[in-house]
């Protein structure tokens, strides 16, 4: 009995999450910044990938801000898995991801909104020397009252290769010292200015000490030199977790509940002329990072004004946006635009366009996708599932993946065959078939507002209202 709860718990702590774009690795480039055929989750797409990784070398360098980029493409063609794999590249650089739709929800102005989303987009590296004492603990010594009662006293020596010293201990150093567990042996780094301790691990002379160890026992070396040593500590913070911070009162409680509100111009003003002087004087560092806006095509007019402006900033992000519209009505104005952008906006862009993936790249795509949900399917099914996707879309594809892994299993096979790709492709219609079902019905709908085949007479949803 005790060993299948075993097993049940292992199960359980084992599962996982497989999100819409969890296989994406990377933009799959080699050094030369060209791409290959299928590479760290990234199929086909060219073109696209590599003008991706000359921005993402020109961003890693730190030299550029306030460049926009247009990711353009028809629905299903890779844009936002283009910006998830931007982001995995990039690394330690702040990346900021929103949907265009966010700006409009939240209780805060819009451009109150955009500004937070600029601010997030940009770190800032606070660096700052400290004394910290690191060595390998050859003794502890806690001596305490015979009654139980008082502070407790003690010594600790430490040691390197070249000294050994012996410092008297506080019952504040005596409690950090029992929390981290450190024992003879142990080399530890000591925070002078906060007291914090750090167990780096057991001495590779302490290694013959016990029989065995346990996996996570990591052995270093014994430090060399002086105990007590200044090194430089590297922070880093974007300038809307400064904001929040000098904003709130509570200003850290402000960050984990997410309840920011809006701030005040003055205080970023203050904020921005502050770190200019720390970079002036070389104790701070600003990092241009990247925000990702997608469906561009959902802001305003508005909106737009206000990232002409910003993007003029010499503190502004590198912008990607990403639409999937052709000639459309710019949002709160008649007027049409290329991708529902303003011609003077989409003249500040660099255009990356993708195109429809060919049928050899989305089976690829499947394959990848299948190893990912770990679904085993038969080379029949994957023929069959690939020109489902083909003559529907790309995403409706991925859909009938892990429901026709829960056909198969409902029927104990160890793999998806045809006739389950055949079963769920019967249950779940794509965009096609349901537009075709609601042509033929359309009638036994409400508020109808296509013509019925019956006479002129049509139903629409009144609109007086409002």
């Not at 910044?33 to 590599?50: D, H, N, P, W, Y």
Request: hydrophobic share 40%; with cysteine.
């Amino acid at each position: 009995m005790e060993s299948i709860i075993t097993s049940q718990t292992a199960d359980v702590t084992k599962l996982e999450r497989t999100g819409a774009h969890s296989h994406i690795r990377g933009l799959g480039l080699d050094d030369k910044l060209e791409s290959r055929t299928a590479s760290q989750g990234m199929v086909g797409q060219v073109r696209a990938r590599k003008a991706a990784g000359v921005i993402v070398k020109v961003i890693k360098q730190g030299k550029i801000s306030g460049r926009a980029i247009l990711i353009a493409g028809a629905p299903g063609t890779g844009k936002t898995a283009i910006a998830m794999a931007m982001s995995q590249e990039i690394g330690d650089v702040p990346f900021t991801s929103i949907a265009a739709s966010e700006v409009f929800s939240l209780e805060m102005s819009k451009t109150e909104c955009l500004t937070q989303a600029f601010r997030r987009s940009i770190g800032v590296c606070i660096k700052e020397e400290t004394e910290i004492i690191e060595g390998e603990v050859v003794e502890i010594q806690i001596d305490r009252s015979l009654t139980g009662v008082g502070p407790k006293t003690g010594k600790l020596t430490l040691k390197t290769t070249d000294m050994e010293t012996i410092y008297d201990l506080g019952q504040k150093m005596i409690g950090s010292l029992t929390k981290e567990k450190v024992m003879a042996g142990d080399v530890i780094q000591i925070d002078k200015a906060t007291g914090r301790i750090t167990r780096l691990g057991r001495s590779f002379t302490r290694a013959r000490d016990f029989d065995a160890t346990g996996p996570d026992v990591k052995f270093v070396q014994c430090p060399d030199g002086e105990l007590q040593t200044r090194k430089e500590v590297v922070h880093t913070v974007s300038l809307h977790e400064i904001d929040v911070i000098n904003s709130r009162q509570q200003g850290f409680l402000a960050l984990f509940s997410g309840d920011t509100g809006e701030i005040k111009p003055e205080v970023r003003d203050q904020i921005n002329q502050k770190i200019a002087e720390w970079c002036e004087e070389g104790k701070a560092e600003i990092v241009p990072g990247v925000l990702f806006i997608d469906e561009i095509h959902m802001l305003d007019m508005e909106c737009f004004s206000f990232l002409n402006r910003a993007l003029e900033d010499s503190m502004a992000p590198v912008v990607i946006m990403a639409s999937n519209r052709g000639m459309t009505r710019i949002r709160g104005t008649n007027y049409q635009s290329p991708h529902g952008v303003p011609i003077d906006f989409l003249d500040r862009l660099l255009i990356i366009s993708t195109q429809a993936y060919s049928e050899d790249e989305i089976k690829q795509i499947l394959k990848i996708r299948c190893d990912e949900e770990e679904v085993e399917m038969t080379d029949d099914a994957m023929d069959v599932l690939t020109k489902a996707a083909v003559e529907t879309s790309l995403r409706y594809g991925i859909h009938l993946i892990s429901t026709s892994h829960m056909v198969a299993r409902k029927r104990q096979a160890p793999k998806v065959d045809v006739v389950d790709i055949k079963r769920v492709y019967s249950l779940f219609l794509d965009e096609s078939r349901s537009v075709q079902y609601m042509t033929e019905y359309q009638d036994e709908f409400l508020f109808n507002e296509i013509q019925s085949s019956h006479g002129d007479e049509r139903m629409a949803v009144d609109q007086t209202t409002g």
